[in-house]
C-alpha cells in the first residue's frame, strides 16, 4: 500500500514534510486536511484517522504515525533516500539532529508564539493582543531569529550543515516562512537568513513554492491581516 500524508500546506511541519517526499520521489497519496475548517477536530476523523487530531501525520499501510521529525526519520529508515538529506553517519547524523531539537524551543516556539499572539488569535476573536503581550512575543521571535542567524549561519557552508542542504534546511525555512502571515518578513530584517533561505528555496524547486503557495497569497493579500508594527 502507498504512503498517505495527511497535512494542511499551513502547517509549517506540514510543509517540509510535503517539500521533502516530494524531493526525495518517495512516492506517496496526498491527503490534505483541512485546519481552517476544523476537519481534524471531529469526532469522526479521530477514530477514522488519527487520536491526536494533529498535522502532519502517515498511514504506511497498517502502520500510523505523527510529528513531523519522526515521520521523516522513519522514512530515511524505510525508503532508499539520498544520504545528505539524514547522513547514516553517525556524528554528521548528529549535527542535523542537533538543529532539529534546538529548534524545538527556540525558532518554531517563537515564530509560532508570534504567530498566534498577532495573527491566530485576532482572527478567531476579533480582539487584538495587549502591547505587552504583542511586544514579548516579538522580542522572543526577534531573539531566536538573531541567534539562529549566529550560531548555525556560518563560513563553514552555505547550509546548516555546511555544502550540502539537509532536512533541517527544510524545517527552519518553512518556520522562518511563517511569521509572514501576521505581516512581519524576516528576510526583510535578516540578511544572512534571506541569502540563506533563498538557496533553499533554489534547492527545493519547484516544491518549495508549490507548498509555500498559500502562505504567500494570504501574506501578500492582507499583510497577515494584523500587520506587525516593525
Same mark, same amino acid.
Given at each position: 500500500m502507498v504512503l498517505k500524508l495527511y497535512y494542511d500546506l499551513l502547517s509549517q511541519p506540514s510543509?517540509?514534510?510535503y517539500i521533502f517526499l516530494k524531493l526525495t520521489g518517495v512516492p506517496f497519496q496526498e491527503c490534505p486536511v483541512s485546519l481552517m475548517e476544523g476537519e481534524h477536530k471531529t469526532e469522526e476523523f479521530k477514530q477514522k484517522y488519527s487520536k491526536f487530531q494533529k498535522v502532519p501525520f502517515i498511514h504506511d499501510g497498517d502502520f500510523k504515525l505523527i510529528e513531523s521529525i519522526g515521520?521523516?526519520?522513519?522514512?530515511?529508515r524505510e525508503y532508499p533516500i539520498e544520504d545528505h538529506w539524514y547522513p547514516k553517519d553517525s556524528k554528521k547524523?548528529?549535527?542535523? =539532529?542537533?538543529y532539529l531539537e534546538w529548534q524545538h524551543l527556540n525558532i518554531r516556539l517563537n515564530c509560532?508564539?508570534?504567530?498566534?499572539?498577532t495573527w491566530m488569535n485576532p482572527m478567531r476573536t476579533g480582539r487584538q493582543p495587549s502591547p505587552e503581550k504583542y511586544e514579548s512575543s516579538k522580542k522572543y521571535m526577534l531573539r531566536s531569529l538573531s541567534t539562529f542567524e549566529e550560531l548555525f549561519l556560518s =563560513? =563553514?557552508?552555505p547550509f546548516l550543515m555546511g555544502k550540502q542542504i539537509s532536512y533541517a534546511d527544510i524545517q527552519a525555512a518553512c518556520e522562518i516562512e511563517q511569521?509572514?502571515?501576521?505581516?512581519?518578513n524576516p528576510m526583510d530584517h535578516y540578511p544572512k537568513i534571506k541569502t540563506w533561505i533563498?538557496?533553499?528555496r533554489k534547492e527545493c524547486n519547484p516544491f518549495y513554492d508549490e507548498a509555500h503557495?498559500?502562505?504567500?497569497?494570504?501574506?501578500?493579500?492582507?499583510?497577515?491581516?494584523?500587520k506587525a508594527k516593525l
Open positions: 510543509r517540509a514534510l515521520i521523516m526519520r522513519y522514512i530515511t547524523q548528529a549535527k542535523v =539532529d542537533e509560532s508564539t508570534f504567530l498566534i499572539t =563560513d =563553514d557552508g511569521p509572514k502571515l501576521a505581516g512581519y533563498e538557496l533553499v503557495e498559500m502562505v504567500n497569497m494570504l501574506a501578500e493579500s492582507n499583510g497577515g491581516s494584523t
